[in-house]
């Protein structure tokens, strides 16, 4: 679900028998449980929210594309994208010019 493995969330009951202690961690695992739950109710009506004040033409909107390494991703994309036909035109020119300038052995 986080990108955690099976020894991670082994690693992670350990440290909270340790921390919280065997009598009070499934009420603590419940309240985090519960917090995260918020968290996620909280984002998903901030997102919506967000969308609908957008107004139209924004109903498909990805909140994760907000984010800075998204955007600049996407932009970097594009611009790699339409650079991609002048630089095909150069490695074939580059091939080209190679393939004249080969100089003949026995001259050498």
Request: proline content about 6%; overall charge neutral.
């Amino acid at each position: 679900m986080f990108g955690v493995g099976m020894g991670e969330f082994l690693g992670l009951i350990v440290l909270g028998l340790f921390l919280v202690g065997p009598d009070k961690l499934p009420s603590a695992a419940k309240d985090f449980a519960r917090m995260i739950h918020k968290v996620r109710n909280f984002t998903s009506d901030a997102s919506k929210e967000l969308k609908k004040n957008l107004g139209p033409g924004f109903e498909d909107l990805d909140v994760k594309d907000l984010t800075p390494k998204n955007l600049a991703k996407k932009v970097l994309g594009d611009a790699l994208e339409e650079t991609k036909p002048v630089i095909n035109e150069a490695r074939a020119r580059s091939k080209e010019l190679k393939d004249i300038a080969k100089i003949d052995p026995d001259l050498l």
